[in-house]
């Protein structure tokens, strides 16, 4: 079988153990020598309908990414191209990062670290505890099932928003519809958005989402920016109908500098930087292998997605 993996976007080496592992296959790294394969291992942007038509024996799109927006879906159906995406590459990180930012409003860091600058010691009081809060999750995947499990230790009720009602490990209760989701954020103490961005989940989170919420809720998004509804969240934010948001993702990106969120005490703005680990390069390629060998050996994926 001929895999084309992509090294614009990863360095070479993380491929070695792969190649080792399945040596018997053809690889290519260069795009020019690519169309005739039958996998393609790569990331979202260079999944676009006018490079797929020129791969007329494609059975199968690994990505290296949790994301996988801007794929057209339909498209890979219609031709019965498999699509994965890297489920567990990224969730252990970005669970954490999560609680980084939670803790970073609960303990009053900000303030702390002003009084640092200054050499003053001054006691900052804490308002907001973990322990019994309410989390709701938006998006049952790895990532939210990571965050979730961990949730526990703090003796929290975790709760879950997904599209079809099943049971899912470390959450209390799950809701779907419209109106599971409004429960959830009327319940919640703490909003964490974990879900992937498609036309359903675009501006998921619009003024009326920010309106039933607690005045003293926390929202968190690691997922993508365009799931919130920007122009909402800082009015919110602004008039303090909400306590405050962590954005790890805007929409767009990078965030313009003038953009009046830089500037908003209850706003903490971080790069698209929670999925940084000095471990991802080796989950990647363990993810690769991972699937590689189940899909081989015809066994259900996962990861799948199409």
Request: proline content about 2%.
């Amino acid at each position: 079988m001929k895999v084309f993996l992509d090294k614009r976007y990863v360095k070479i080496e993380l491929y070695e153990a792969f190649m080792l592992e399945y040596k018997n296959h053809e690889f290519i790294f260069d795009v020019e020598k690519s169309y005739d394969c039958h996998i393609i291992i790569t990331v979202p942007s260079y999944v676009t309908i006018d490079v797929l038509e020129q791969y007329k024996n494609l059975k199968w799109i690994e990505l290296i990414t949790a994301g996988y927006d801007g794929i057209d879906l339909e498209y890979l159906k219609r031709r019965g191209i498999l699509l994965t995406y890297a489920k567990d590459v990224f969730s252990i990180q970005i669970a954490e990062d999560v609680f980084s930012k939670i803790l970073y409003f609960n303990r009053q860091l900000k303030n702390h670290m002003k009084n640092q600058e200054k050499h003053l010691w001054k006691f900052q009081k804490s308002d907001h505890e973990l322990y019994g809060a309410t989390i709701g999750i938006i998006g049952t995947g790895s990532i939210g099932q990571h965050i979730a499990e961990r949730m526990k230790a703090f003796k929290t009720k975790v709760i879950g928003y997904k599209r079809h009602l099943t049971h899912v490990d470390f959450f209390d209760k799950i809701y779907t519809t419209s109106d599971g989701l409004y429960e959830l954020l009327k319940e919640s103490d703490y909003i964490i958005i974990a879900i992937p961005l498609t036309k359903d989940t675009k501006n998921l989170i619009d003024a009326r989402a920010l309106s039933v919420m607690k005045k003293d809720a926390l929202i968190v998004n690691v997922a993508r920016g365009e799931i919130i509804d920007q122009i909402a969240l800082k009015k919110a934010l602004m008039n303090n109908q909400i306590r405050g948001a962590a954005l790890d993702v805007t929409s767009p990106e990078p965030l313009p500098k003038d953009d009046t969120l830089w500037d908003l005490d209850n706003c903490l703005i971080t790069p698209h930087n929670a999925s940084s680990s000095p471990k991802v390069n080796n989950r990647i390629a363990f993810e690769i292998i991972d699937t590689f060998k189940k899909y081989l050996e015809q066994i259900e994926l996962d990861n799948k997605v199409v």
